[in-house]
């Protein structure tokens, strides 16, 4: 039976169970409150001072009132001019109208099971959403619940009624129906069929190239990159092209072997490993996140295997739980701050009726730990 694991009771909010305090307003946001205010008062007109003079002036970072101007900005109190950019106060009756928006949330996976970055960003724009004056609402099912089936993902969505939405990693398929018969909306990662698209996502494409050149530096010549479904089909994705042209030009075979598909379960994925360790094993594995590698790892230590003495990791998204473990895994981290930023201008857009249709991309980077290692039988 499906059911919100994040919900709102009496000024709390209520995430799998465990009752929390709504956070209070965080220090960017009293520092816009106080520039807005100031904007509202007629205190600043026109060019609005720079950004180390206001620092200084309020008594806050640099970032601080870097990120209070961002939000600013989202809201359309102010606009930034030229390549430097200058921010002007948008005065007068030549400020956009803006409305409250509905705005739906959309997982791929219900929230309990997405990876720690996605947990960051959805939990953190329902606060942010409210504090712009919208109406932040999950969908009753994620995307996963529904079988990624278009026709009933486009059924609940008609009748949660938001006004635009907010989707994560969606397939193809799902993203040309929102194109073709949805409201307006944003995606978080994913691909889509090449028709413009307001987008914010992480670009691992960096991150995979140290990867694999760190690897293959150390002696690896089986190595596996596990992807999800919507990198290799319909058609592979740049990723995958990149990842195959990688291995060749370094003189190693590229095949289905290097970037195998699996069934996103469980069960799936053990047998993904069965078939990869039944002749040929990998010497390196390269995979989705913290439950892929809480997975590979029992299944190594069920047959005598061991990270990395046996088997190098890389774990393609970050997770608390990396902190507490004698090995540190390697992993690819990616901040949370501009993809909620890009997620409020789309949103504050949307709101005075303004097309946005930017692509916005924030690189991974490689946190190196001691689950990458030479791979057996390598001379030192």
């Known amino acids: ?133 919208h109406k932040p609402v999950f969908a009753p099912k994620s995307q996963g619940d529904l079988g990624l089936d278009p026709a009933r993902i486009g059924r609940m969505v008609r009748k949660c009624g938001a006004d635009a939405w907010v989707i994560s990693g969606a397939p193809v398929e799902v993203l040309d129906w929102f194109n073709q018969q949805g409201p307006p909306f944003i995606v978080l990662g994913g691909r889509h069929g090449g028709y413009p698209l307001a987008m914010a996502s992480v670009s691992s494409l960096n991150a995979i190239r140290e990867s694999v050149d760190r690897l293959i530096g150390l002696g690896h010549r089986r190595i596996v990159l596990v992807c999800l479904p919507d990198w290799v089909r319909p058609v592979p994705g740049r990723m995958m092209n990149w990842f195959f042209e990688h291995l060749r030009a370094a003189g190693l075979p590229a095949s289905e072997y290097n970037a195998p598909y699996h069934e996103t379960t469980p069960e799936g994925f053990e047998r993904l490993l069965e078939s990869l360790f039944q002749l040929t094993s990998p010497t ?24 990395p003495r046996d088997v190098s990791l890389v774990v393609r998204s970050s997770d608390p739980v990396f902190d507490w473990g004698r090995l540190r895994i390697a992993y690819f981290h990616c901040p949370a701050d501009p993809l909620i930023r890009r997620v409020l201008r789309w949103v504050e857009a949307c709101s005075k009726g303004a097309p946005d249709f930017e692509e916005m991309s924030v690189d991974a980077v490689l946190v190196p730990g001691d689950s990458i290692a030479p791979p057996p039988g390598a001379v030192g």
Do not use: C
């Not at 390269?286 to 809480?294: D, E, G, K, L």
């Not at 299944?299 to 990270?307: C, E, I």
């Open 1 to 133: 039976m499906a059911f919100l694991i994040f919900t709102r009771w009496k000024n709390r909010i209520v995430f799998r169970g465990v009752m929390h305090p709504v956070p209070r307003l965080s220090l960017v946001e009293q520092t816009a409150l106080h520039l807005q205010q100031g904007i509202d008062s007629g205190r600043w007109k026109g060019a609005m001072p720079g950004v180390v003079r206001l620092a200084g002036d309020l008594g806050v970072s640099k970032d601080t009132a870097v990120a209070a101007l961002a939000l600013l900005e989202a809201r359309g109190s102010i606009v930034s001019r030229g390549r430097g950019k200058r921010r002007e106060v948008v005065g007068g009756t030549s400020r956009p109208i803006i409305r409250s928006l509905r705005v739906g949330l959309l997982l791929r996976e219900e929230l309990g099971k997405s990876v720690a970055l996605t947990q960051e960003i959805f939990l953190r724009l329902m606060h942010d959403l409210e504090a712009l004056g």
């Open 284 to 307: 390196a594995l390269i995979v989705p996140n913290m439950h892929y590698a809480f997975a590979t790892i029992s299944f190594l230590a069920a047959r005598g295997l061991s990270v």
